[in-house]
């Protein structure tokens, strides 16, 4: 059974740094890309940022270049998202996700397994 597990969320003031990390279990996951997406109040779930688990190539939503930096550890099986400079328009909740195979997507709907979420807000 796959289980992805986020942890890392909380309060940060503006311009401040919070990092994420997402377990994954229950699986080999070299043939498959990780995601991180956000989603706040009223809005839809938002793709940020997504490495491939063999390789480690990277890709960002072009509004968090710069800023967010999502990386893998093979040996503890686990996703980080470092984000620095952090807005009030970061605030959300962060989900971790899986995607089997090696195409990028933004889309959520290609993602096949799923965190429970861990909550980020940024004070002004």
């Known amino acids: 059974q796959v289980q992805l597990v986020e942890s890392g969320g909380g309060l940060v003031q503006t311009g401040g740094s919070l990092t994420l990390s997402c377990a994954a279990s229950?699986?080999?996951?070299?043939?498959?890309?990780m995601g991180w997406f956000r989603q706040a109040p009223g809005k839809e779930r938002e793709f940020v940022a997504a490495?491939?688990?063999?390789?480690?190539?990277?890709y960002y939503v072009d509004s968090v270049k710069g800023r967010f930096t999502i990386s893998r550890d093979v040996a503890k099986n686990t996703v980080y998202l470092q984000m620095n400079s952090l807005k009030p328009e970061d605030t959300a909740v962060y989900y971790c996700?899986?995607?089997?195979?090696?195409?990028?997507?933004?889309?959520?709907?290609?993602?096949?397994?799923w965190g429970q979420g861990t909550q980020v807000t940024v004070s002004s």
């Open positions: 490495i491939r688990w063999t390789g480690g190539a990277t």
């Open positions: 996700a899986a995607k089997y195979g090696i195409s990028w997507s933004q889309r959520p709907s290609s993602f096949d397994y």
């Open positions: 229950g699986r080999t996951f070299s043939s498959y890309a």
